[in-house]
């Protein structure tokens, strides 16, 4: 058969195009993407980063992809730096980005992994925007913080809502209305809603004072950062006004007509016992609603993401379960600021013994331990107060300060067989104490706090060594997901094959977990220690890196410790199953005591 002229088949292509698109099409358009900024107003602290997951929570739950973004202005270029008692928990993401604790709480919520482009700083964007530069990739032009800088956020808005494929973005500006830090970040919000008229609104979560000496809730001071936000060019749709009690009509409705809002915008937000409510009472009041009517948002795209049923009776369940109490004891140093003890720097970890809590029906009762306290009382006084906990946790962390203390705790619960988990640094000082007290190796301890050790029982990985000579500390550790490989008929193994009390029908071998560390258990040392009854159920696919350390039942009723961080994979709708374990163990013990 004679073939056809190439030009007369590409003709037909282009008639056929023609007449499909004059055919009225039966496919729904994909409806633009949506853009909800969340900014504070008044002072920070009054739970702006709840408010932003919780109305993630509510439009997932209503069918709409939801990625949530956390702004933090500062110049580092990630939190990977700083100090937990300057800024609380740093939490890992899958990608290995170092991020600020409301990320946890937005992947909490969501129920969902974010990307490394759901976080900004004004480090990172001056950074790519100067390293740019270098690369003369700006073609010779001036470059200055507006355009450029503002531009780049801009791009990195609409990039993170294109990698998530997601059909809406909540963005949480970081710091209140007002600080100079924040400025070039609103200031890219308000382009971006000149390209986008219909698709951008903001919301203000603002705090009402009320003064002990008036007694009366106070609405001027959300008023004027209302007015100070207009004065940058952003107009407010909708405003959350956080405050220790209910918003009354009256006040309600002297902020809308002050403000130019609508008063069924003006949603009060009181104060409440578990963040766990905020969807729950947002969801009363029809927050997803009214900011769909805001957004000019069609119908949800798809099947609900996210069961507001299972969200509700798990908010409950985690309040409801007081006459069950477990008490554990979470052994830390960042726990003192000044006069006041913050659970902060560990929140991931406390939200985790929460899930898996209700998952055991019961309630998880914290009792934050000093690591300090415990390095003098050497000689058994104050170790009592250990024995009315059901479960010890030592948590991940840095540095010399109050490790003595943590080893002597784990000693501890070795020996009274106290369920303990060991996360990060936990499992590292759970081998170094059995080391020195099973394997008699005098003065174990761990190159990062004595480089001279005679047992280096905890080393530092060896491409870590290169990175820490040429002092190259930002952004470099062994960061985010890695898989490990588990051995059967181990505590660790029995643990992953179940799901909330029930069994998977399969046995679970592969795993994959987040990390944050530089030192892991040498090598050097396996043999002897799991000759001497510790066994390591979790390594890495090649068997190099010891994952999972943890004693037989036989020897102790739960005494484990990961050298991951499974904290930062702990939802409440789906809480980890090594920390359903523990509480399980804490559980039991508690029923043999009390019996
Ligand atoms: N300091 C230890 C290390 O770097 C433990 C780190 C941690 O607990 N996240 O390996």
Redesign the pocket.
């Known amino acids: 058969m004679a073939r056809k002229p190439a030009k007369k088949i590409l003709n037909r292509t282009k008639a056929r195009r023609a007449q499909a698109a004059s055919r009225p099409s039966h496919k729904k358009a994909k409806s633009p993407h949506k853009y909800i900024f969340v900014i504070g107003g008044v002072m920070s602290g009054v739970g702006k980063g709840v408010a932003t997951a919780s109305l993630g929570t509510l439009l997932s739950a209503k069918g709409f992809k939801v990625n949530l973004v956390k702004v933090d202005p500062y110049l580092n270029v990630d939190a990977g730096t700083m100090n937990p008692t300057e800024h609380g928990e740093v939490f890992v993401l899958d990608s290995g980005l170092e991020t600020d604790q409301d990320m946890g709480n937005y992947e909490r919520f969501l129920g969902r992994d974010l990307t490394a482009d759901d976080y900004l700083t004004s480090g990172m964007v001056y950074k790519s925007v100067i390293d740019r530069e270098r690369a003369l990739g700006y073609g010779g032009k001036c470059v200055e913080a507006i355009p450029q800088i503002r531009d780049e956020i801009v791009g990195r808005y609409e990039r993170a809502a294109k990698i998530n494929g997601s059909d809406i973005s909540i963005i949480e500006v970081g710091g209140t209305i007002g600080d100079y830090q924040n400025i070039m970040f609103i200031e890219a919000a308000r382009v971006l809603k000149i390209r986008h008229p219909h698709d951008v609104v903001f919301m203000v979560v603002s705090y009402l004072p009320t003064p002990g000496t008036l007694g009366e809730m106070k609405t001027r001071p959300t008023q004027n950062a209302i007015n100070q936000l207009s004065s940058y060019g952003v107009t407010t749709d909708i405003v959350i006004a956080r405050a220790a009690t209910p918003l009354d009509q009256r006040r309600k409705e002297k902020i809308a007509t002050a403000c130019n809002i609508l008063p069924k915008r003006v949603i009060s937000a009181p104060d409440i016992e578990s963040i766990y409510d905020v969807p729950v009472n947002f969801d009363k009041d029809k927050l997803a609603d009214i900011v769909l009517e805001a957004l000019d948002c069609p119908e949800p795209p798809h099947q609900p993401q996210l069961d507001m049923n299972e969200w509700r009776k798990m908010a409950r369940g985690i309040k409801d379960h007081a006459e069950h109490e477990v008490h554990i004891g979470v052994v830390g140093k960042y726990f003192n600021t000044g006069d006041f003890i913050l659970s902060d720097a560990y929140i991931s970890v406390l939200e985790a013994i929460k899930f898996s809590a209700y998952a055991n029906k019961v309630k998880a009762v914290i009792h934050t331990v000093n690591a300090r306290d415990f390095e003098i009382a050497a000689n058994g006084e104050g170790f009592a107060a250990l024995d009315k906990l059901d479960g010890i946790i030592v948590p991940?962390?840095?540095g010399s300060s109050g490790i003595e203390g943590k080893l002597a705790v784990i000693k501890y619960a070795r020996e009274k067989k106290i369920p303990y988990l060991g996360?990060?640094?936990g499992m590292?000082l759970m081998t170094i104490e059995y080391a020195r007290d099973v394997l008699k190796l005098d003065n174990a301890h761990t190159t990062?706090i004595d480089p001279k050790t005679p047992h280096p029982i905890i080393d530092i990985m060896p491409d870590q060594r290169e990175k820490m000579a040429r002092g190259d500390y930002g952004g470099t550790?062994r960061l985010g997901l890695y898989p490990a490989k588990l051995s059967k008929d181990t505590i660790a193994q029995e643990a992953y094959s179940y799901f909330n009390g029930k069994k998977l029908p399969k046995a679970t071998t592969s795993i994959k977990e987040r990390h944050?560390?530089?030192?892991?258990v040498n090598p050097k040392y396996i043999e002897r220690l799991e000759k001497a009854g510790l066994v390591f159920s979790g390594r890495s696919p090649d068997g190099r890196l010891m994952e999972i350390a943890e004693l037989p039942r036989d020897k102790h009723p739960f005494f484990l410790g990961t050298q991951f961080?499974p904290e930062f994979l702990a939802r409440p709708l789906m809480p980890h199953p090594l920390f359903t374990e523990f509480v399980k163990a804490a559980k039991e013990r508690k029923g043999r005591i009390s019996n």
């Open positions: 991940g962390g840095f996360l990060c640094y590292q990062e550790m944050r560390h530089r030192y892991e961080h």
